[in-house]
């Protein structure tokens, strides 16, 4: 869904924001917050109408209120915080409505800007995210992982790599030591060199990648490469035009990873690997997303082989088994190399210890999910990440705490918290106590009938009272 200017929205729609206008200006701030509300459902992608929503919303709120208003605010629209959860699976055009209500009252409200921006991803309305990022930023000046989404969505959203870049040297000024932000700002630079210029046209909504590019066809190719649905014909024939203008253009660096993404998709792994390690051993090797990619494409090749096997073979489970762990082994040392290069990048912290804990490696599983939890957008999985580890140890009580502590944490009863009580459940159930077992699981009963066994578990019990 594109985001739209006013003389793009319906006439019924144009109608509605020129009274919502008319009313804002005569300070009728409630039935102007209702009509750009009805504009914005008619039209979730009018960037403008968003904007004067926005604005008029903080304008009704004044100073904001005092410590007991934003609490009581924050209690009040838990309620709606989990409804838009629930609606974002199936229809975010629904998840940004209700994101609207919750700002309606509250327009500082973290969880109503966070739906906003998880909405806004699914919708792709890019400016839309960044708007509310920004909001988020202001709030939490100090919060790292946010900093670093909002100057990544700055760029996708707007071409702003200029500003994304100030917001980190900004936060980077009072940890100047800090690693992550040291190589999040690498990659910014790393791809604002590969990006070419030119992007200054997309700022404001009004351009398309097709005017940062000099060459129209190269504009068709990459558009037709960015389809979800590619057919065969057209995969081959983009391989071939790349190969031939790779001859005249060696050294053309964002040809080469596109070639080489084309090349993985036609599960020819080792030429995507080839040309993935022309891009590592130039300038621009240090990108932590090429890696990542690099790493992705030796995954892929794995999966391949396992779907090359046949199930009816009598050594199917053997040779299964060994890619299997070869898999996993070559994940491990990759994510470790990774964790050396990156130490203070807890998202890389938190995917090894998932890597650990898959391997059987409780130990090494704990530490690395205990520094995870720092990382405030991994936090909530990695505790629950820890009770498990805790529990294959048999450790059921502090298993227990660590999950208890967890959904204290987690408002919202979406699918994440779903899985820590049923976890908490299971861990009560190893610790003989029954009843308390039963009552996480009717917890889970009472909104989703067929998770996992709970309907079992609860008939079971009410069986045998």
Same mark, same amino acid.
């Given at each position: 869904m594109p985001e739209k200017e006013i003389n793009e929205i319906s006439r019924d729609a144009r109608v509605l924001y020129t009274k919502a206008t008319e009313a804002a200006q005569r300070e009728n701030y409630d039935y102007a917050i209702a009509l750009y509300n009805q504009v914005l459902e008619k039209e979730p992608g009018f960037f403008e109408g968003r904007k004067a929503l926005r604005e008029l919303q903080a304008r009704k709120a004044g100073g904001g209120g005092g410590f007991f208003k934003k609490m009581l605010s924050g209690a009040s629209s838990s309620p709606l915080v989990a409804k838009g959860q629930l609606a974002l699976r199936s229809n975010p055009a629904s998840a940004l409505a209700i994101a609207e209500q919750i700002l309606n009252t509250d327009p500082n409200s973290t969880g109503?800007? /966070?739906? +906003?921006? =998880?909405? %806004?991803? %699914?919708?792709e309305l890019p400016r839309t995210g960044v708007m509310s990022l920004e909001l988020l930023v202001k709030n939490s000046p100090k919060d790292k992982s946010l900093a670093i989404e909002f100057a990544n969505s700055l760029?996708? @959203? @707007?071409?702003?790599? /200029?500003?994304? !870049? %100030?917001?980190?040297m900004e936060l980077l000024r009072s940890s100047p030591n800090d690693g992550e932000l040291g190589q999040a700002l690498k990659d910014?630079? $790393?791809?604002?060199?590969?990006?070419?210029?030119? *992007? @200054? $046209?997309? !700022?404001?909504? &009004?351009?398309? *990648?097709?005017? +940062?590019?000099?060459? &129209?066809?190269? $504009?068709?190719?990459? !558009? =037709?490469? #960015? /389809?979800?649905?590619?057919?065969e014909d057209t995969t081959e024939r983009l391989i071939k035009e790349y190969e031939a203008r790779l001859q005249t253009e060696p050294a053309n660096l964002k040809l080469i990873r596109s070639l080489a993404e084309l090349y993985t998709q036609k599960n020819q792994f080792d030429r995507a690997l080839e040309l993935f390690g022309r891009v590592k051993n130039s300038d621009l090797g240090g990108d932590s997303s090429l890696e990542l990619a690099m790493a992705k494409t030796v995954v892929r090749k794995y999966d391949f082989q396992l779907e090359q096997l046949d199930p009816a073979a009598p050594d199917y489970a053997e040779q299964s088994a060994k890619i299997q762990a070869e898999k996993l082994n070559f994940q491990?040392?990759?994510?470790? =190399?990774?964790v050396e290069k990156y130490p203070t990048d807890l998202m890389i912290r938190f995917e090894m210890g998932k890597l650990y804990f898959e391997a059987g490696k409780i130990t090494e599983a704990i530490q690395e999910f205990q520094k995870a939890q720092g990382n405030p957008h991994k936090r909530l999985a990695a505790m629950n990440y820890l009770a498990q580890c805790y529990a294959k140890r048999k450790m *059921?009580?502090?298993?227990? /705490? =660590?999950?208890?502590? %967890? +959904? &204290? !944490? #987690?408002?919202?009863?979406?699918?994440? &918290? #779903?899985?820590?009580v049923y976890n908490l459940g299971c861990v009560l159930e190893s610790m003989g106590r029954r009843e308390d077992a039963v009552e996480q699981f009717k917890l889970i009963y009472e909104m989703d009938i067929g998770y996992k066994d709970v309907a079992a578990k609860v008939d079971a019990f009410y069986a045998g009272q």
């Open positions: 109503g800007h /966070r739906l +906003i921006v =998880q909405a %806004a991803q %699914a919708l760029v996708v @959203g @707007g071409g702003d790599t /200029r500003r994304a !870049e %100030a917001v980190l910014l630079s $790393a791809r604002k060199t590969l990006d070419e210029g030119g *992007y @200054g $046209a997309l !700022e404001g909504g &009004k351009g398309s *990648y097709r005017d +940062i590019l000099k060459d &129209k066809k190269e $504009a068709v190719s990459l !558009e =037709q490469e #960015k /389809r979800v649905v590619k057919s491990l040392t990759e994510c470790q =190399q990774r *059921y009580d502090m298993a227990a /705490r =660590q999950l208890q502590n %967890a +959904i &204290k !944490e #987690k408002p919202v009863f979406d699918d994440e &918290k #779903k899985e820590m």
